[in-house]
């Protein structure tokens, strides 16, 4: 299977650049993954597609000011270091720019000296293992110093950093937001769970690997990012009670589908845990933790286009955003809604 069988046409100026007023207003396109019927509506209106019973997954992780500038010791250059991954006890996998200065023993100084960095590791990939040394709190010092990682392909300034949160984020840890639930509000999640549809909370800490384009023309040989997760025995045991009851199990964003599919064997049966998961889903792959999916519409010959083409077939998805185009639609991070069924 080809990269460029995943590819679609998009007009850049359909890329939305800032959020709605209202998170909830944004526009939702009801696909029915058998037949690829589409129908049109509002991202406030998707209780109409749900059950009593029905439990949706949220991701609860917490986008952190992953974005740093800095000098290198010694010489006072500019630098630039991307966290990534929280190794534990002040060690990070970075990115950082620009890469030939940094070396291993390496020393970055942030904010006058209020955060400084050693270079540990460098490697295969290009990335750093960083030591970072500092007194107090380490996220208290992330949000003085540090900046929202925002997608590449957003150009406009946030006004509000809360905006790429979800309402319900709580554990810090993501180097970017889990995008199919920013058009949920505490009043829409209330006006469901009235209606008896379950929530869900599990955790995926969002690394950048998220928008790493895919560079091998054949996808198998393309090596998926890894990302840690954490299922808690109350999440696993209200997902595996929803599927004994004869009701769905629908993933909020291609995050928690991914660690849904990593958590659950081929029974059904979700287990709790935690680890890191590479899991990479495309055509021919044979879901195993999810009936549906509320996801944002992807960037062409990404990894995500290719996991909602396992899902609901290429052909679906690739008319469906064809559809998409015509009518408009906003699409990536700040951009309209997809629900899968």
């Not at 929280?86 to 023993?105: F, H, M, N, S, T």
């Not at 810090?172 to 920013?182: D, K, R, V």
Request: hydrophobic content about 35%; glycine content about 8%; charged content about 25%.
């Amino acid at each position: 299977m080809k990269k460029s069988d995943f590819y679609y046409d998009l007009p850049e100026e359909l890329i939305a650049q800032t959020p709605l007023e209202k998170r909830d207003t944004s526009r939702l396109m009801v696909l029915d993954r058998q037949t690829g019927q589409v129908t049109h509506r509002h991202f406030y209106e998707i209780g109409e597609y749900l059950a009593p019973g029905d439990c949706l997954v949220i991701n609860d992780t917490k986008v952190i000011p992953a974005r740093l500038y800095g000098q290198k010791t010694g010489t006072g250059g500019a630098v630039e270091v991307l966290l990534l991954r929280d190794l534990g006890e002040g060690a990070w996998e970075c990115i950082v720019y620009p890469g030939k200065r940094l070396r291993q023993g390496a020393q970055i100084t942030f904010g006058d000296g209020r955060l400084t960095a050693t270079i540990r590791q460098v490697l295969e990939n290009g990335n750093r293992i960083i030591d970072f040394h500092y007194q107090g709190i380490f996220l208290e010092i992330l949000n003085e110093l540090g900046e929202m990682p925002l997608p590449h392909y957003i150009k406009e300034h946030l006004e509000d950093p809360d905006r790429y949160q979800t309402v319900y984020c709580r554990e810090p840890g993501s180097a970017a937001a889990p995008t199919a639930g920013l058009h949920f509000t505490p009043e829409l999640m209330e006006q469901l769970q009235e209606k008896g549809i379950l929530f869900a909370a599990i955790t995926l800490h969002v690394g950048l690997g998220t928008f790493r384009p895919v560079k091998e023309e054949e996808i198998t040989d393309h090596v998926m990012h890894s990302e840690q997760y954490f299922v808690t025995e109350d999440a696993a045991r209200r997902i595996n009670e929803t599927r004994r009851r004869g009701n769905r199990v629908i993933a909020v964003g291609t995050t928690s589908c991914r660690t849904l599919e990593t958590v659950t064997d081929e029974n059904h049966v979700t287990h709790s845990g935690s680890g890191n998961t590479d899991i990479f889903i495309y055509p021919g792959y044979q879901f195993k933790g999810i009936d549906g999916l509320i996801t944002n519409f992807h960037l062409p010959e990404s990894t995500l286009v290719m996991l909602v083409s396992a899902l609901a077939g290429r052909e679906h998805i690739l008319d469906a955003y064809r559809q998409a185009v015509e009518a408009r639609y906003r699409f990536f991070s700040f951009g309209d809604s997809m629900l899968i069924l």
